[in-house]
């Protein structure tokens, strides 16, 4: 499965982004898709998973109610509606895609290449 993450960019306090996650090759039918973000000198930190099956979404409360995590099954993408962006936002935004339906990174086994978010105050 490879994954190529995109939308990143530089946006100010209050505003919005869409990152775009299209995946390619082998595709899962079970399993979940997520968004995970690492800021400088951070480690990588969950921010939302959508499972596959049902499409259940869950998200970190830091970014409950400004995230959406969707997806178009017909284009194999996933994205994440940001809105109401804080500075604290500001990190590089990984997508992943593993079996299981959770919020540690480990239980992903594919990740996207990054995309720059930055929120400036």
């Known amino acids: 499965v490879q994954l190529q993450a995109s939308g990143g960019g530089l946006v100010q306090a209050g505003g919005s982004l869409r990152l775009s996650c299209a995946a390619s090759g082998r595709t899962f039918s079970s399993g979940s898709m997520a968004w995970f973000r690492q800021a400088p000198g951070k480690e990588r930190e969950f921010v939302a998973a959508m499972r596959r099956s049902g499409g259940y979404t869950y998200y970190a409360d830091s970014v409950k109610g400004r995230f959406t995590i969707s997806r178009d099954s017909a284009k194999n993408t996933v994205y994440l509606q940001m809105s109401s962006l804080k500075p604290e936002d500001t990190a590089v935004y990984y997508c992943?895609?593993?079996?299981?339906?959770?919020?540690?990174?480990?239980?992903?086994?594919?990740w996207g290449q990054g995309t720059l978010v930055t929120v400036s105050s």
């Open positions: 992943a895609v593993g079996p299981v339906y959770g919020t540690r990174w480990s239980q992903y086994d594919y």
